[in-house]
Structure formats: C-alpha cells, structure tokens
Nanobody
C-alpha cells in the first residue's frame, strides 16, 4: 500500500484547506482510513477517521465541527476538509490506512503516508 498526501500549505487563521490522500496497491474499499497530526513537541493525535463503509468520526475535541473526513472509493482517495483553521492546528498531517481499521489507535493502521505540513498563521 502506498499513501500520498497533499494539500497542505500556509493559510491564515479562519481559512480552509482540504487535504487529500491517494491510496494505491490494495483494494481501497477494505481499508479504514484516518488522519493523524503531530505538532512540534507534541504527541501524535488522531484527528478523525473514516471506516471502510464511509462512516466518519472526529476524535480530537478541538476539531469537532470544523474538520470532516470523507472518502471517494471510485478515486481511491480520502479527504480531510479543514475549516475555521486556528494557529493550534499547525502540524504535519498524516493519512494512515489499515485493513478494516477503525478507531484512534495508531497501531490499527499499518500503512502511513509521509505527511503534509499545515501552517496556520494568526
């Protein structure tokens, strides 16, 4: 499995970004997908996930109501729509995949992309 994330960048507070993660190498519809992030000096946290059936769940309290994950099985791609961005959202964002994975435990996701930097200026 290969994961290629893109869409990060520099944005002002209050702005929006949409991250994309392209999946290849296996049958996408068998894989749960998740977005994690890691800010400098902080532990990695699960932002949100979308199961192989398309059910999405936001786990980080700080992003509820602002971030939404979705997937397009026809395009083998998972997305993270990020609205009302805050400086504290600044981090490297990673997409991860695990066969029939769900939940926030990173050990459930065997495959990881390289990450894309999101920087939110105040």
């Amino acid at each position: 499995v290969q994961l290629q994330a893109c869409g990060g960048g520099l944005v002002q507070a209050g702005g929006s970004l949409r991250l994309s993660c392209a999946f290849s190498g296996r049958t996408f519809s068998r894989y749960g997908m998740a977005w994690f992030r890691q800010a400098p000096g902080k532990e990695r946290e699960c932002v949100t996930s979308v199961t192989w059936t398309g059910v999405t769940t936001s786990y980080a309290a700080s992003v509820k109501g602002r971030f939404t994950a979705s997937r397009d099985n026809a395009k083998n791609t998972v997305y993270l729509q990020m609205n009302s961005l805050k400086p504290e959202d600044t981090a490297v964002y990673y997409c991860a995949a695990g066969e029939f994975a769900l939940g926030i435990n990173p050990e459930g996701y065997k495959y990881w992309g390289r990450g894309t930097q999101v920087t939110v200026s105040s």
